[in-house]
């Protein structure tokens, strides 16, 4: 049995019904076509091609199966689940009557299992993902704070003569903010255009495995770029310009 995508590869619009195949040297006879499914997870359904077990086990010099896919009628999934258990236990003359799963040397999982495994290993994902990102964030405050506190040591002598000319220190504490924050929003712009270069050439590349991937331009996620961007400025920069503004005019216009 071929899938969708097999059939239309090897006979595009023709009747692939009772036609030959070749498999590890040997000829199949083509007896039907699966519909077509899409792509599932990281899987290809269409690409598959399905032969019988006891001839696979042959074909490939295998003694036992890796895993079935089953799909129970007439009974909900966790009395499915039940009876596969008891079946493969007496298949594999485990002796377990308590029915502790640690003592089975076999796995039976559902659907509903590999959906709730993913949104655990997804919400791991986030959460280191987020921390990475975090101690980006500080790395990169520390780093925009010591540059601003460069700055006001070597501005001293122009602090005081603003200030000796009226400036006062919310004036100095403005400007030393504006620089900051200016510093965070041109990393910002250059981060996500990175980012979206990096995105975009992601999915071309995952294109040549799999299909059904598209690129969609994030405008909150810009947004949110910019925010945190301006937020680090604002916050890392606050410091550096504070020590700007509680300059004395007279000793910033001493300082060498």
């Not at 979206?196 to 947004?223: D, E, H, K, M, R």
């Not at 949110?224 to 004395?248: C, D, R």
Request: aromatic share 10%; hydrophobic share 50%.
């Amino acid at each position: 049995v071929l899938g969708a995508g097999i059939a239309k590869d090897l006979f595009g619009e023709q009747n692939p019904i009772g036609q030959q195949v070749k498999l590890s040297k040997r000829n199949f006879r083509v007896i039907g076509v699966m519909k077509h499914a899409g792509a599932r997870f990281f899987s290809e359904p269409d690409d598959e091609v399905y032969i019988p077990v006891t001839t696979s086990l042959r074909l490939y010099n295998r003694e036992r199966l890796n895993f079935l896919t089953l799909k129970p009628y007439e009974m909900g999934v966790s009395e499915a689940k039940d009876r596969v258990r008891i079946l493969l236990r007496e298949t594999h003359n485990l002796n377990n009557p308590k029915g502790l799963l640690s003592e089975d040397d076999f796995l039976v999982a559902t659907q509903e299992d590999a959906v709730r495994n993913a949104g655990i290993i997804g919400s791991i994902l986030q959460i280191l993902l987020a921390s990475i990102a975090a101690i980006s964030l500080v790395v990169g405050g520390i780093g925009i704070m010591n540059i601003m506190y460069v700055s006001v040591t070597e501005r001293t002598h122009e602090i005081g003569l603003r200030k000796a000319l009226g400036a006062h220190s919310h004036d100095v504490l403005n400007q030393f903010l504006a620089e900051a924050v200016f510093l965070t929003f041109a990393g910002g712009i250059i981060g996500i255009i990175f980012g979206l270069i990096f995105s975009w050439t992601a999915i071309q590349i995952i294109l040549q495995f799999q299909s059904g991937w598209t690129f969609v331009l994030p405008l909150n996620g810009i947004a949110l770029g910019f925010g945190v961007s301006v937020i680090i400025g604002l916050a890392f920069g606050y410091f550096p310009a504070k020590k700007a503004a509680m300059l004395h005019p007279i000793e910033a216009l001493r300082y060498e």
